[in-house]
Nanobody
Framework: VQLQAFGGGLVQAGGSLRLSCAAS????????MGWFRQAPGNKREFVAS????????LYADSVKGRFTISRHNAENMVYLQMNSLKPEDTAVYHC?????????????????WGQGTQVTVSS
């Protein structure tokens, strides 16, 4: 699976952005898709994940209620709608994938990664 994330940018606190992740190659219902982020000097952290089939989701506590992960199966796209953005959401956001059934929060579980897209939230 090849992944490409895009949609980042500069936004003021309280604003919204929607990130997209285009998946190509073998993509089917057996995959779990995830979003992670990494701020300068910090470890990469889990944001959200979704099961391709059935749409089960999992969110980090820090984004719960503000971010929504979704997928469009026919277009092989995964989205991260980010609302009520805060300066602490500033990071490079990556999408990831792995075949399996676990909505994993550990980045080491995922074996396919796309390049990151920068999200900057100004105060």
């Amino acid at each position: 699976v090849q992944l490409q994330a895009f949609g980042g940018g500069l936004v003021q606190a309280g604003g919204s952005l929607r990130l997209s992740c285009a998946a190509s190659g073998r993509t089917d219902s057996s995959y779990v898709m995830g979003w992670f982020r990494q701020a300068p000097g910090n470890k990469r952290e889990f944001v959200a994940s979704i099961k391709w089939s059935g749409g089960r989701t999992l969110y980090a506590d820090s984004v719960k209620g503000r971010f929504t992960i979704s997928r469009h199966n026919a277009e092989n796209m995964v989205y991260l709608q980010m609302n009520s953005l805060k300066p602490e959401d500033t990071a490079v956001y990556h999408c990831a994938a792995r075949e399996g059934d676990i909505l994993a929060t550990m980045d080491s579980w995922y074996d396919c990664w796309g390049q990151g897209t920068q999200v900057t939230v100004s105060s």
